[in-house]
Nanobody
Framework: QVQLVESGGGLVQAGGSLRLSCAASGRTFSRSAMGWFRQAPGKERECVAASSWSGANTYYADSVKGRFTISRDNAKNTVYLQMNSLKPEDTAVYYC?????????????????????WGQGTQVTVSS
């Protein structure tokens, strides 16, 4: 059974930092893209960051460029999201996702329907 388990969410003041982790089990994603999505109340789920299997190709939403960094440790089957300079508008449930097929085009990274496995989500709340 494949599982993605996120951790690291919480409450932080504006300007602060959090580091999210997503540990995968049940299969390896060392050759597949993985990403972080978020969904705020009343809004659609959006991709904030995604990474190719090697980390050579990445995607960032314009709203987080320069503040968030995605990284991965394939030996640990884990992907991370370092979030700095957090803003109240970053408040959302953050989800980790992984593609089942390896070596897919980077044009698929930001599309939620291109991901096959999802974590349960972790709440990030940024207070002003």
């Amino acid at each position: 059974q494949v599982q993605l388990v996120e951790s690291g969410g919480g409450l932080v003041q504006a300007g602060g930092s959090l580091r999210l982790s997503c540990a995968a089990s049940g299969r390896t994603f060392s050759r597949s893209a993985m990403g972080w999505f978020r969904q705020a109340p009343g809004k659609e789920r959006e991709c904030v960051a995604a990474s190719s299997w090697s980390g050579a190709n990445t995607y960032y939403a314009d709203s987080v460029k320069g503040r968030f960094t995605i990284s991965r440790d394939n030996a640990k089957n884990t992907v991370y999201l370092q979030m700095n300079s957090l803003k109240p508008e970053d408040t959302a449930v953050y989800y980790c996702a992984a593609q089942a097929s390896p070596f897919r085009s980077s044009s698929t990274y930001y599309r939620a329907n291109e991901y096959d496995y999802w974590g349960q989500g972790t709440q990030v709340t940024v207070s002003s």
